[in-house]
C-alpha cells in the first residue's frame, strides 16, 4: 500500500475515515521496513495522511544503509578536522556537505503579509478553500493544500479548471482556511461540493467512487473536461 497511491484511493472512494486509512498505510510501512531491517529509519511520529506523506528512505540511502553513520545533532564548529556536534560529541570528517533544504520566499509581493511568508504551512493558513489567498482573494497558490504524493498533474488540472470556473462566477470558493491538507481523491469531494458546475452535478461522493474504483492502476486518471466559456453580454 505505501509503494502506490492507488490502494490509499480505493480506500478513500469507498468511505473509510482517515484514521482507518491512516493505520492501514502505517502497518503496511512498518512491515515494509522491518522486512528490509531498516527500522532505523522509521518516522518519529505516527504517519498521518493529512498532515505528511513523505516516507523516508530514498534508493540510495537504502543501498549503503549499513555504512552510514547516523548523527542527530547539529554542527556547531570545525575545527582540526573535526565536527564538533551539539551533543558534546565530535566526528572527524573529511567534507561537510551542507543540507539545508529549500525555504519560501515570496519577498517579491507588495503586500506585506505575504512578503513575510517563509513556509509553505504558513502559507496554506493564509489560504482560503485550499488555495484562495486570504490577503490578495483574487491571487491562488495550488501547491499549499496538496498532499506530498499521488497524481499531481491531475490534481493541478482540477483545482486550475475550479479556479476558472470561481473566475466566472459558477463556483463559490470561499476564505476559509483547512487545518489540515486534502489527500489525492478528497480533492474531488471537496471541490465538487463548493463547484458542482464544473463536475456535471454529481454527487461528491459519486465523483470519487468513479475515478478511484473505476480507473484501472495500468492508466492515469482521466484529465477533467472543461466546460464551454460562459456567455457574456456587453451593452454599449
Known sequence: MAGSVRPVARLQAQGVPVAQQNELVRADLVARYRKFGLEALMPEQPLDLRTDQLFPGRAGMLAGLGRIERHRAEVVALEGGQAQLSDGSAVAVDVVLWGTGYRTDLSYFA?????????????????????????EPDLYFPAV?????????????????SVMSHICGQAQLDLEP???????????????????????????????????????????????????????????
Open 111 to 135: 503586500n506585506p503579509q505575504l512578503a513575510a511568508v517563509t513556509g509553505v504551512n504558513e502559507l496554506a493558513r493564509r489560504c482560503g478553500c485550499v488555495f484562495r489567498s486570504l490577503d
Open 145 to 161: 493544500g496538496l498532499e506530498g504524493y499521488g497524481a499531481t498533474s491531475w490534481n493541478f488540472a482540477i483545482m486550475a479548471r
Open 178 to 236: 483547512l487545518p489540515y491538507r486534502l489527500n489525492h481523491l478528497e480533492m474531488v469531494r471537496y471541490l465538487a461540493r463548493v463547484d458542482p458546475a464544473s463536475f456535471g452535478g454529481v454527487d461528491a461522493d459519486a465523483c470519487c467512487r468513479a475515478l478511484g474504483l473505476g480507473t484501472p492502476d495500468d492508466q492515469p486518471y482521466p484529465l477533467p473536461e472543461v466546460a464551454a466559456p460562459a456567455q457574456v453580454a456587453v451593452s454599449g
